[in-house]
């Protein structure tokens, strides 16, 4: 699960990463209201087959400005 908070209604994108910089998933891509979210990614590619375990980096991107974390999938 991943959480964020906006402090205004803004367009998101979230998306998730292997290390190689690859596009794995896409969890959000359109406009959300100010307040808390949270978004599930549930281990599965674009493709809607189940990652490998291993390290990933997830990148959101909010008006203008970038944050890129990352997280560790264990099966």
């Known amino acids: 699960v991943i959480g964020f908070s906006l402090p205004r209604a803004?367009?998101?994108?979230?998306?998730?990463?292997?290390?190689?910089?690859?596009?794995?998933a896409t969890l959000v891509d359109?406009?959300?209201?100010?307040?808390?979210?949270?978004?599930?990614?549930?281990?599965?590619?674009e493709g809607g087959r189940q990652a490998a375990s291993g390290l990933y980096v997830y990148r959101l991107i909010s008006d203008g400005q970038a944050l890129?974390?990352?997280?560790l999938l264990l099966k």
């Open 10 to 24: 803004a367009d998101v994108s979230l998306q998730v990463f292997d290390l190689r910089g690859r596009l794995v």
């Open 30 to 45: 359109e406009s959300l209201p100010a307040g808390r979210h949270e978004s599930v990614w549930s281990g599965q590619d």
């Open 68 to 71: 890129t974390r990352k997280m």
